[in-house]
Nanobody, 115 residues
């Protein structure tokens, strides 16, 4: 059974940086496509970034140029580097992986951007 565990969230001041990690277990990591999503209170979960198993990336317009999604297949981990953080980036961030109809989520990690 695939499991995803996020870490790296926390409180950061506007303009600061955080790197989220997503540890994968239970299957062959390199064959899955990856994504990071976020959900702020009272809003729907939205896609932030995704990275296919072929290395193709896609970003939400709101984070382009500030966030970078990456993966290290040797250690079964996905990352989201977040720079120049803004208060509107405050949300619970979720790691996602999928392959065909298989779709898995982590439990989420809170990111709060505030002075």
């Amino acid at each position: 059974q695939v499991q995803l565990v996020e870490s790296g969230g926390g409180l950061v001041q506007p303009g600061g940086s955080l790197r989220l990690s997503c540890a994968f277990s239970g299957s062959i990591f390199r064959i899955y496509h990856l994504g990071w999503y976020r959900q702020a209170p009272g809003t729907q979960r939205e896609s932030v970034a995704n990275l296919t198993k072929y290395g193709v990336t896609n970003y939400a317009d709101s984070v382009k140029g500030r966030f970078t999604i990456s993966r290290n297949n040797a250690v079964n981990t996905a990352y989201l580097q977040m720079n120049t953080l803004k208060p509107e980036d405050t949300a619970v961030y979720y790691c996602n992986c999928w392959l065909g109809v298989a779709n898995y989520w982590g439990q989420g990690t809170q990111v709060t951007v505030s002075s």
